[in-house]
């Protein structure tokens, strides 16, 4: 069946009082848009998702690696693709606004057991 949908119509979840979004998801994905506060980190961690990201505001540093080894600033109006299974950490530089897309859909994000984020230093 198909659906229609704004970003207006879609709750806003309040993740942490530094984390805000709104999640839409399909059978083989998911899109989700947020807000995060400057200084917002979230901690390192993996998921089988591939992953896209794409920064409207702000600049979000990224280190890659269970060693952090690989470094990289995603500014506004850039994209980056993250291969699953990589490790990964974002610390948002200023307030942030971001879109993300995964595949297949985020069933941690969806069930509410991203306890990793809710745990994230903020």
Do not use: C
Request: glycine share 8%; charged share 30%; hydrophobic share 35%.
């Amino acid at each position: 069946m198909i659906q229609k949908h704004t970003w207006e119509s879609i709750p806003t979840e309040e993740v942490t009082p530094k984390m805000h979004r709104k999640i839409l998801a399909g059978d083989q994905m998911m899109i989700a848009r947020m807000k995060f506060k400057d200084g917002f980190l979230v901690p390192l961690h993996s998921h089988h998702n591939e992953q896209i990201t794409h920064v409207l505001k702000g600049t979000i540093r990224f280190w890659f690696g269970d060693d952090k080894g690989e470094t990289l600033d995603v500014n506004a109006g850039e994209m980056i693709v993250i291969p699953g299974n990589l490790p990964h950490e974002a610390l948002m530089i200023g307030d942030v606004e971001e879109i993300d897309h995964w595949a297949p859909p985020r069933k941690d994000w969806l069930d509410g057991s991203d306890d990793y984020l809710r745990k994230g230093k903020s």
